[in-house]
Nanobody
């Protein structure tokens, strides 16, 4: 079991930046793949970014490539999502999630553990 707590959401103007953090409980954080997902009103949840257990594999959805950066600090049991050049279409509830890692690449589905979410609102 792992518990996840997100922080860092808020209201920002278009073009601004936010840094989301996700703190995980437990001593097995370094064995998990971690992902950031988002869900906007009336839309399905989508995978935004994911990182494998040692940071060697990273995934981004096309719409955030070049603007968002995922990273992790296994010593602090924390994963981050740096979001730059935010646009109104980035407005959503952002969720952190964890799952067992896979031998190659980074998983973008099948996440078992979820945080409560943090609201990100980008005004135009």
């Amino acid at each position: 079991q792992v518990q996840l707590v997100e922080s860092g959401g808020g209201l920002v103007q278009a073009g601004g930046s936010l840094r989301l953090s996700c703190a995980a409980s437990g001593r097995t954080f370094s064995t998990y793949a971690m992902g950031w997902f988002r869900q906007a009103p009336g839309k399905e949840r989508e995978s935004v970014a994911a990182i494998n257990r040692n940071g060697g594999y990273i995934y981004y959805v096309d719409s955030v490539k070049g603007r968002f950066s995922i990273s992790r600090d296994n010593a602090k049991n924390t994963v981050y999502l740096q979001m730059n050049s935010l646009q109104p279409e980035d407005t959503a509830v952002y969720y952190c999630a964890a799952r067992g890692d896979q031998p190659m690449g980074v998983p973008i589905e099948g996440y078992a553990y979820w945080g409560q979410g943090t609201q990100v609102t980008v005004s135009s």
